[in-house]
Nanobody, 125 residues
Framework: QVHLVESGGGSVQAGGSLKLSCIVS????????VGWFRQAPGKGREGVAV?????????AYADFVKGRFTFSRDNAANNLYLQMNSLKPDDTAMYYC?????????????????WGQGTQVTVSS
């Protein structure tokens, strides 16, 4: 069974940066999709960025993070990263990495089968 472990969350002031990391277990489907999602209190889980494993390209970014967040993968080590710059108070949420097998790779939380425990990001104004 695939396991995901996030780290790197914390508290920053608006305009600051954080880099989240996610370690993915070795038994992940190499043809599958991985991504970052977030969930703010009282809101649903929303997609931040997704990419197909083994690809150097990120499949999709949510409009609200384009130009500010960068999703990268160390495919050899099975590590995922989310570099977050120019953070805003609206970015405050629990951030999760997720994985799924199969061809679909969309910013839709219900598509994903496996989730990490989450890491909290808090941005103050």
């Amino acid at each position: 069974q695939v396991h995901l472990v996030e780290s790197g969350g914390g508290s920053v002031q608006a305009g600051g940066s954080l880099k989240l990391s996610c370690i993915v277990s070795k038994d992940i489907d190499r043809r599958g999709c991985v991504g970052w999602f977030r969930q703010a209190p009282g809101k649903g889980r929303e997609g931040v960025a997704v990419a197909r494993l083994g690809s150097d390209k990120t499949t999709a970014y949510a409009d609200f993070v384009k130009g500010r967040f960068t999703f990268s993968r160390d495919n050899a080590a099975n590590n995922l990263y989310l570099q977050m710059n120019s953070l805003k108070p609206d970015d405050t949420a629990m951030y999760y990495c997720a994985a799924r097998s199969g061809w679909a790779c969309r910013l839709i939380a219900s598509d994903f089968f496996t989730w990490g425990q989450g890491t909290q990001v808090t941005v103050s104004s």
